[in-house]
């Protein structure tokens, strides 16, 4: 399975590189949003750009007929998309933060509201949304959700810029309140939704004609 992570790291650098200009097109167009705000919607984004990339190119090259014809368990091969969904998370929310850190290189308080307990929550965004996107591309493919999918999180992508830019409900804020007790519920729902999906894709991979 670790090489199958490796493999995903390894095919995304051409992802990576549209996403650091991405990254520095944002800093400019949301230019009036904090940080903080700023840090945590483009992590959300980059994982979902690497997710989907990833799902993309092994389409686009026929990967899973040559998974079949390896000494690999469907389970690993499942597992190891949801897992890269932490590792993605964990590269977005580095990067992005390096370039906060170099564009208000004058101001650097946002740093104190920067903790693993705020990358957890993100990552915690991020694998909801992987437990809602992976099973429809593990059933119909990239290609026949892409659509639906970008549709989807375009209006989502929406709505949370305008809670991030909008004073009066201020999703940042609200993300950094939660109260731990609260948090690990909502952490142990997602978890358990989590798994549910690792499941269902799992059936799904299981019953999935690869040839």
């Given at each position: 399975?670790?090489?199958?992570?490796k493999?995903?790291?390894?095919?995304?650098?051409?992802?990576l590189?549209?996403?650091i200009?991405?990254?520095l097109?944002?800093?400019?167009?949301?230019d009036n949003?904090?940080?903080?705000a700023?840090?945590?919607?483009?992590?959300?984004?980059?994982?979902?750009?690497?997710?989907?990339?990833s799902?993309?190119?092994?389409?686009?090259?026929?990967?899973?007929?040559?998974f079949?014809?390896?000494?690999?368990?469907?389970?690993?091969?499942?597992l190891?998309?949801?897992?890269?969904?932490?590792?993605?998370?964990?590269?977005s929310?580095?990067?992005?933060?390096?370039?906060?850190?170099?564009s208000?290189?004058?101001n650097?308080?946002?740093?104190?509201?920067?903790?693993?307990?705020?990358?957890?929550?993100?990552?915690?965004?991020?694998?909801?949304?992987?437990?809602?996107?992976f099973?429809?591309?593990?059933?119909?493919?990239?290609?026949?959700?892409?659509?639906?999918?970008?549709?989807?999180?375009?209006?989502?992508?929406?709505?949370?810029?305008?809670?991030?830019?909008?004073?009066n409900?201020?999703?940042?804020?609200f993300i950094n309140?939660?109260?731990?007790?609260?948090?690990?519920?909502?952490?142990?729902?997602?978890?358990?939704?989590?798994?549910?999906?690792i499941?269902?894709?799992?059936?799904?991979?299981?019953?999935?004609?690869?040839y």
């Open positions: 399975m670790f090489n199958l992570i493999k995903d790291l390894i095919v995304q650098k051409k992802t590189f549209f996403i200009p991405y990254f097109f944002s800093l400019i167009t949301f949003m904090s940080p903080n700023f840090i945590s919607l483009m992590t959300i984004t980059s994982v979902f750009i690497l997710s989907t990339a799902f993309s190119y092994d389409e686009k090259n026929k990967s899973t007929i040559l079949s014809s390896l000494p690999i368990t469907k389970l690993n091969i499942v190891a998309k949801y897992i890269n969904t932490i590792v993605y998370s964990i590269i929310f580095t990067l992005v933060t390096i370039i906060m850190i170099i208000n290189i004058n650097l308080n946002f740093l104190s509201a920067l903790n693993i307990i705020l990358f957890i929550k993100l990552t915690s965004v991020s694998m909801l949304i992987a437990s809602i996107t099973p429809l591309f593990h059933k119909y493919g990239f290609i026949k959700t892409k659509s639906i999918i970008f549709i989807i999180y375009f209006i989502l992508f929406g709505i949370i810029t305008n809670l991030f830019q909008n004073n409900f201020y999703i940042g804020y309140s939660i109260l731990i007790p609260n948090m690990l519920i909502i952490l142990l729902i997602i978890l358990l939704f989590f798994i549910s999906s499941l269902i894709s799992l059936k799904i991979y299981e019953n999935k004609n690869l």
